[in-house]
T-cell receptor, first 116, second 111 residues
Framework: KAGVTQTPRYLIKTRGQQVTLSCSPI?????VSWYQQTPGQGLQFLFE???????NKGNFPGRFSGRQFSNSRSEMNVSTLELGDSALYLC???????????????FGPGTRLLVL | GQNIDQPTEMTATEGAIVQINCTYQ??????LFWYQQHAGEAPTFLSY????GLEEKGRFSSFLSRSKGYSYLLLKELQMKDSASYLC????????????FGGGTRLMVKP
């Protein structure tokens, strides 16, 4: 079974621009969660999508948004980029309706974003 | 909110055993996960605990005490490739599928 894939793997943007990142979950997984990882803050939850609906949201400003398509693929968008948005953006997929260990999240390789 | 603490760094010798501790505070505990993350790579799933006790998986074991808000990851017969960050993450009943991560423990295995 193919794992979680993310595109692009690397991205360089300048302040004020916007960016869209893509995530394709493991086949059969319907939940996609997004995380931001920085050296200072560690791994922080952005949001989770299930069945094209945002099911959960972390403490990030409205500049961070996302969506999910009917095939469970997800995108996240960051508008008006700031220097502090430089980070590794990870998406993780899980079944979405299981219990316990069946809801383990599996991570993609991440998109490394550098904002100049 | 949730609070998850784990040591920042640990060093151990190849062939030895190391225990990485994690303490947490959460209002609606619904599972604890351990992930391994090599530098520049994505976290990979190691173990899951939701009931008290020890879960063994090869050279890795994970223990949970819900009453103490405490878990540890035990790595036996350490190999150089075990040098990585180990992330403790907790799922809360009140937060859906969201995982809250500790800051990670960077383990260095020396010859």
């Amino acid at each position: 079974k193919a794992g979680v894939t993310q595109t692009p793997r690397y991205l360089i943007k300048t302040r004020g621009q916007q960016v869209t990142l893509s995530c394709s979950p493991i086949s059969g997984h319907r939940s996609v969660s997004w995380y931001q990882q920085t050296p200072g803050q560690g791994l922080q939850f952005l949001f989770e999508y299930f069945s094209e609906t945002q099911r959960n949201k972390g403490n990030f400003p409205g500049r961070f948004s996302g969506r999910q398509f009917s095939n469970s693929r997800s995108e996240m968008n960051v508008s008006t980029l700031e220097l502090g948005d430089s980070a590794l953006y990870l998406c993780a997929s899980s079944r979405g309706r299981g219990q316990g260990a069946k809801e383990t999240q599996y991570f993609g390789p991440g998109t490394r974003l550098l904002v100049l | 909110g949730q609070n998850i603490d784990q040591p920042t760094e640990m060093t151990a010798t190849e062939g030895a055993i190391v225990q990485i501790n994690c303490t947490y505070q959460t209002s609606g505990f619904n599972g604890l996960f351990w992930y391994q993350q090599h530098a520049g790579e994505a976290p990979t799933f190691l173990s899951y605990n939701v009931l008290d006790g020890l879960e063994e998986k090869g050279r890795f074991s994970s223990f949970l005490s819900r009453s103490k808000g405490y878990s540890y990851l035990l790595l036996k017969e350490l190999q150089m490739k075990d040098s990585a960050s180990y992330l403790c993450a907790v799922r809360d009943n009140n937060a859906g599928n969201m995982l809250t991560f500790g800051g990670g423990t960077r383990l260095m295995v020396k010859p």
